[in-house]
């Protein structure tokens, strides 16, 4: 259970290279082992030139993507994972875990301890998940509060002493680098007996637990016989609990209101100590009945010092919130649009902001536009082909706003304007843009009751709601569906 | 040279990390480990530089030091610079354990005869246990982390030396339940106690005290390599893949050895007190720390997997990849004793879920969904090591893992192998069941397709699509109702987009011919139904090089006749050629010629008119199997990456004979005596099917006159062959060597040259009778050949030793046909004709229990010896 050898390379389209190696650490301990496991289909660990190469032309990043090349395109080379096989030198590099996530592809190698050939199944090396969490972790630390280059090569500059602490030798010890990073920084304090690895100190000071909850809704709207609309709201738990003492002990509860809709699919952190099955086995995969667990949800944990998530859910909510219906027809050289929104009336009428972003695909840019809206604003962005309808902050009274006009579009100019594969001819979206403060959907809220520690001090409570993927397709003609909208 | 500024050694690693192998074998190489060595101790360097060195040095070590004397030296070095360091806090003090750690481990060269290893160990245990090393070795502020670093080098060297810390156990125990650091220690022990119980099940013994015995190995004596030595330093998975682990002798051998009630239970109060802190640990060593526990204690009689139980609801609660994958080890490693069906149950509902939640990124979603495929159950029913959904896994709890066009092509690709599975067991239930899996499967194929045939769709557009067609019809064979629109559709997403044409060759190529042939047929239909004057004329060539056969030939060979006139360019003139190549393979002729022969005129390309030209004259002058030979894939690997080259090697190959093994073996048979002449019985024998097969045979040394060939028109492995007679002309009477040489064809068409092993005519394959004298007169007859043979010829006595069979076996064996006058069991006379024209008379009289005297005479001296030589060796060859 080891990693052999771990890469960040920045993705630099356009460049002859097409990328450049940010970082890269080899453990030579654990490439003995695998020499030894692996026998006679040991594949070593290579230079970091042909690793990039190989890696690049796999992930197909490289920009000659003009011909069929059949090592790459052969419709039996099939990946089905983020764990690859590289070609260096004649030789197959395997497994070769790696994603790459703003410009930035991580990578690593995985110890396998035993022979290559023929392949064990990934289910059975311990390693690929440990250099999942490996490679998560660089980017959590990397991407946590980063703003700008500079920063990001700061923290690439740090990663060679915080990997000495967190992977000495290729076995991750703690997928938090935060962690190491403060255990370099405060490595004189002398720490206590049964201090738990995942917490590199004590909270000094006024007591003080933050929780914020944040709900994502995602929808698909169609309007059409046959096709269910489909939403659903995904929660985020974020906890900050500035506590004193070693292993404090807090328990927080999750709250419905009466005619809340119920939490499911929940993911907690591991300091979370025991789990009512009842968390457990709320699923949004069995069909739902009234009899499904409302809550309390009830989390006693043992908080690490910095800010984490608490847990994940997901809920179907009985409406979307916004409901909206587009309409597009292509009428000889333009398109003319209808566009209604209605907010459900429960939803608080209250946005930080809300737009709708109404693109045209696979078009040239917008020459011509007419226009009527019954409210807000529409911004016009002639190259990209797109329309910004911003809404605001408040829908009007009636709830219910329309935009309809025709536009018209000039040559197609491939550099400018967006490709879709998917929006070709009159398949089209809008898609909205929104966010409520201090509101969920699901009515899920945390109060002063629902923090038990034993401490005294308020907890601070923020709640928001944000759309995501929030898609409503044009009635007038095919669009994508998933399974579930054929399910009536 | 003397110790580098900083800049100089941040110049000189860049350059080293840049390449490592080219500034190893640039001039700074050899000095690198030496120098970087020496200015570790170097005071004009500041602390930082110096823990850069160190960190290269943990990185390359085999290139800084190749071999284990190096790599004993340098770990010699680096202790000393640890132990000369002043005592205040250093940022050294970690990266020097580290370093020491990996030269010793990386290096080969850790074992009881190095000094280095002798001086490390017992350093890295006191530094684990906390003990005073005195001298203000450690200051008080580092002490801790030293002492959890001390734990990971003893980790990492147990994992290189399994068996290391056998002896440690009880101290390490001890270590944990007082104020050790709880992870580093809990890592440490677990991984030691894994590795001591399969090294003492292998030997036979238990763990006897080693759990509580808390006194250090070493005590100031020198550290216990026995259980190492036990274990041959083979190494030990941590963590073995689950197939491997089914086979493995080492935990065979655990299942077997029982462990005494003490043992027993001291050994499972060590594991509930790891358990018991685990929650202590990372998520990543908690993980570890399951994987070692779960298959240390796997099979071991009196080790309950039910002490697993506490630790699981929390662990099924979260999302960490590591942890639900330690729970998957787990569930492989005991299966039904830990899991009961409604666990197992559970386990794949989270699992589900995880694979799908919008919650966890896209890559820990795929490695889901592929545990999911290869899910460890209990009862297990298809193949092992295939991918296939598990039982409890049905269409419902599916519903939110089938792929959409919305999917990236990794993800789409993941679940449409579930959709096809689903579509592959849903194929009794009834249809009109809404939506059915097979109908939405058809839908996205059809989406797939629609986006491959955009005009500016990149390529992984096109790619995605074959891939999924493919595995589609990987899963789902056999299938009609899904290959059947599957054909159409492509051959439309042919005729929107012929570009792709490359893709639909491979794609062929990769298929069954289940889909292939009447895919082929349809393209064929697709590609000859258009006018062959568009831009796309390339790659309609292109295709139908690949799917044009026998059948169609009018249609085709009306395309090709319309296309000619467009192919104005190299490129397309060669593409033509192609497809004419390709109808010539398969035995394409009538039209052909002609077409051939308009473009051997036509072609503005000379090269395009040669090739023309050639295949007109293969096509006329080769039968059909020879001109498949022929156009064959070339057999000789091309000089050049030239399609020209190879095309030319592979008629070079087709039509000349080659050289090959011998698959063909003769070996001689009895001899016929009748005839004027004699005649050498040969018997064939193939080793595969050969036709047309010409023996022809040499005569060393111009013994016989030259020997006909000899022709057989098929041979066949295990068909028994009918002789050959090959008659001989001797020009004297002598033995002969006979080269042979065989000239066949192959099944495949080839003509092949052989030359086999040679053959030998001994002395008596040339013995004929005399003709029969009348009745009676046998003995007049005798005697006058025998007198006549005096005096130009010779006279000799030769003893011939008798077998048990005696005289008349020995007459009966060798000589019936040439026996003149017989008196059995006692005397026989002998007349042998010896072409051309010699004679050997032989009387063999008043035989003796062991052998008989021969009295022999003969008209050619020459004979004389070859007589004697053959009368000796009678006795023997029998």
Request: charged share 20%; proline share 8%; with cysteine.
């Amino acid at each position: 259970m080891a990693q052999r050898a771990v890469w960040l390379i920045s993705h630099e389209p356009g460049t002859p290279l097409c990328g450049t190696v940010r970082f890269s650490r080899r453990y030579p301990t654990v490439e003995k082992r695998a020499r030894v496991f692996n026998g006679a289909s040991y594949v070593p660990i290579p230079e970091d030139g042909p690793f990039l190469k190989a890696l690049l032309f796999e992930l197909r990043l490289l920009d000659d993507d003009k011909d069929f090349v059949e090592s790459r395109d052969s419709c039996s080379r099939i990946n089905k994972t983020s764990i690859y096989g590289l070609l260096i030198g004649g030789e197959e590099l395997w497994p070769v875990v790696a994603f790459l996530k703003n410009d930035i592809i991580y990578a690593c190698v995985p110890l396998v301890e035993q022979t290559l050939s023929p392949r064990p199944p990934l289910i059975s090396v311990s390693g690929v998940s440990q250099g999942f969490e490996f490679l998560f972790g660089i980017q959590d630390f990397l991407y946590s509060g980063q703003k700008n280059d500079s920063e990001l090569n700061t923290k690439l500059s740090q990663l060679p002493d915080l990997l000495l602490q967190a992977c000495p030798f290729g076995t991750l010890l703690d997928a938090n680098l935060k962690n190491s990073l403060d255990n370099t920084n405060f490595a004189s304090v002398t720490q206590p007996q049964k201090q738990p690895a995942w917490k590199t100190g004590t909270y000094k000071g006024k007591p003080q637990v933050s929780i914020s909850i944040t709900e994502k809704v995602k929808s698909m709207q169609y309007d059409k016989q046959g096709i269910a609309d489909t939403w659903q709201v995904v929660g985020t738990v974020t906890c900050k609990c500035d506590l004193e003492g070693i292993m404090p002990n807090v328990t927080i509860s999750l709250n419905l209101p009466t005619n809340g809709s119920p939490l499911q699919d929940i993911l907690v952190h591991p300091c979370v100590t025991s789990l009512d099955s009842a968390i457990l086995t709320s699923s949004s995969i069995d069909a739902m009945d009234d009899s499904a667990f409302s809550g309390p949800y009830k989390f006693p944990l043992t908080p690490p010092l910095e800010s984490f998530n608490l847990c994940y859910y997901t809920s179907q909510v009985p409406v979307p919130p916004i409901l909206g219906f587009y309409q597009l027809k292509e009428e000889e050289v333009q398109l003319r649009i209808t566009i209604n929104l209605k907010l459900h009336e429960s939803v608080k009428n209250n946005f930080e902001f809300c737009e709708a972003h109404i693109p045209f695909y696979n078009r040239g840019p917008i020459t011509h536009l007419e226009y009527k809206t019954s409210f807000g604003q529409l911004e016009v962005f002639r190259e990209k082909s797109l329309l910004i309808w911003i809404i605001g902050q408040k829908f009007p009274k009636s709830m219910e706003i329309s935009l309809s006009g025709t536009v018209t579009f000039g040559a197609k100019s491939h550099e400018k304007q967006p490709f879709d594969p998917i929006c070709i001819g009159e398949t089209a979206y809008l898609k909205l843009h929104f966010r409520i403060l201090d509101y969920t959907l699901t009515g899920c809220y945390a109060d002063q009751h629902s923090v038990q520690v034993f401490a005294s001090g308020k907890p601070k409570i923020n709640r928001k709601l944000i759309s995501s993927d929030y898609y409503i397709w044009n009635s007038k003609a095919p669009a994508p569906v998933t399974y579930g909208s054929l399910l009536l | 040279m003397g110790p580098l500024s900083r800049d100089a050694w941040a110049q000189r690693l860049g350059a080293f990390r840049a390449s490592p192998s080219a500034f190893m074998a640039g001039p700074e190489g050899e000095d690198l480990g030496r120098d970087l060595l020496g200015d570790l101790r170097s005071e004009n360097l500041s602390e930082q530089t110096k823990v850069s060195l160190l960190a290269l040095s943990l990185e390359y070590p085999a290139q800084l030091w190749p071999d284990v004397s190096a790599a004993e030296v340098a770990a010699t070095s680096l202790l000393d610079t640890l132990v000369l360091l002043p005592p205040r806090p250093s940022a050294l003090r970690r990266p020097l354990l580290l370093a020491a750690t990996t030269a010793l481990a990386a290096g080969g060269a850790l074992g009881p005869t190095s000094g280095a290893s002798c001086r490390l160990l017992p350093l890295l245990l006191g530094l684990a246990a906390g003990s005073d090393l005195g001298r203000g070795f450690v200051p008080a502020s580092e002490q801790r982390p030293l002492q959890a670093t001390a734990c990971e080098c003893l980790r990492e060297l147990e994992s290189c030396k399994p068996g290391l810390l056998g002896g440690s156990l009880g101290l390490l125990r001890g270590l944990l339940g007082q104020e050790g650091p709880v992870q580093p220690l809990s890592l440490l022990l677990a991984l030691a106690l894994r590795n001591t119980l399969v090294l003492q099940s292998r030997v036979g013994a238990g763990l006897g005290g080693l759990l509580t015995d808390k006194v250090p190995p070493t005590g100031g004596g020198p550290w216990d390599w026995t259980l190492v030595e036990e274990g041959d330093g083979r190494l030990q998975p941590q963590a073995p893949s689950w197939p491997a682990a089914e086979e493995g002798e080492g935990e065979r051998s655990l299942t077997a050895r029982e462990h005494s009630p003490e043992e027993a239970r001291e050994l499972r109060a060590a594991v509930i007190q790891l358990l018991d802190t685990s929650y202590l640990l990372t998520p990543v060593a908690q993980a570890q720390l399951l994987w070692l526990l779960g298959w240390a204690l796997r099979g071991l009689q009196g080790q309950p997997p039910a002490l697993f139980k506490p630790q699981l609801v929390r662990l099924l609660g979260t999302a960490q990849l590591t942890l639900l994958h330690a729970v998957l080890a787990l569930k492989a490693a005991f299966g039904e004793a830990l899991f009961t069906a409604q666990d197992e149950a559970l386990l794949l509902r989270r699992l589900t879920l995880a694979a799908q939640h919008p919650a966890l990124p896209p890559p820990t979603h795929l490695f889901y969904l592929h545990c999911l495929l290869s899910f460890p159950e209990n009862w297990p029913l298809g193949p092992e090591g295939e991918e296939a959904a598990p039982l409890l896994l049905g269409p419902q709890l599916c519903r939110g893992l089938l792929p959409s066009l919305l999917h990236d092509p990794m993800a789409l690709l993941a679940r449409l192998h579930l959709l096809c599975l689903l579509c592959a067991e849903d194929e009794e239930e009834e249809k009109g069941q809404l939506p059915s899996p097979r109908h939405y499967l058809e839908e996205l194929l059809a989406g797939l397709r629609q986006r491959a045939a955009l005009d500016e769709g990149p390529r992984a557009l096109a790619t995605v699509c074959f891939q999924a067609s493919y595995l589609v019809t990987r899963c789902l064979a056999g299938q009609p109702t899904v290959l059947t629109p599957l054909i159409h559709g492509l051959a439309q997403l042919y005729r929107v987009r012929p570009m792709l044409a490359s893709h639909f060759v491979d794609f062929l190529d990769q298929v069954d011919s289940e889909l292939r042939e009447p895919l082929k047929v349809v393209l064929r239909q697709e590609v000859v139904s258009r006018p062959g004057r568009d831009e796309a004329l390339c790659w309609h060539l292109k295709m139908l090089a690949k799917v044009a056969d026998g059948d169609a030939q009018s249609a085709t060979l009306n395309f090709l006749q319309a296309a000619a006139a467009h192919c104005t360019n190299w490129d397309l003139q060669q593409g033509l050629l192609r497809v004419c190549r390709a109808l010539l393979r398969a035995g394409v002729r009538g039209g052909l010629v002609d077409l051939l022969q308009v473009l051997a005129r036509q072609l503005e390309d000379p090269d395009g008119r040669d090739h023309a030209r050639l295949y007109y004259i293969l096509l006329a002058h080769l039968a059909g199997p020879k001109l498949g030979v022929a156009l064959g894939p070339s057999l000789a690997p091309p000089a050049l990456a030239s399609s020209l080259v190879a095309e030319n090697q592979g008629f070079v190959a087709a039509l000349m004979v080659q050289e090959a093994p011998a698959l063909v073996r003769l070996s001689v048979g009895s001899h016929g005596v009748k005839g004027p002449l004699p005649v050498l019985k040969l018997q064939p024998e193939a080793l595969e099917p050969i036709y047309s097969l010409e023996l022809r045979f040499r005569v060393e040394g111009q013994l016989y006159a030259p020997l006909e060939a000899v022709h057989v028109p098929c041979l066949c492995p295990g068909r028994p062959a009918r002789p050959l007679l090959l008659p001989l002309q001797p020009r004297c009477p002598a033995p002969a060597r006979l080269d042979v040489h065989a000239l066949y064809t192959t099944s495949t068409g080839l003509t092949c040259h052989a030359h086999l092993p040679p053959l030998f005519v001994n002395f008596a394959d040339l013995f004929l009778p005399f003709p029969k004298p009348p009745g009676g007169a046998g003995l007049g007859f005798f005697e006058e050949l025998w007198d006549s043979c005096l005096p130009e010829g010779a006279e000799s006595r030769v003893w011939c030793p008798l077998g048990p069979q005696g005289l008349e076996g020995l007459v009966s064996h060798h000589l019936e046909p040439f026996v003149v006058v017989a008196q059995p069991p006692t005397s026989y006379y002998v007349a042998i004709h010896l072409p051309p024209n010699s004679k050997l008379l032989l009387r063999l009289e008043a035989a003796l229990a062991d052998g008989v005297p021969v009295a022999l005479r003969t008209d050619d001296w020459a004979v004389l010896p070859l007589a004697g030589d053959y009368l000796r060796g009678l006795a023997a060859a029998l």
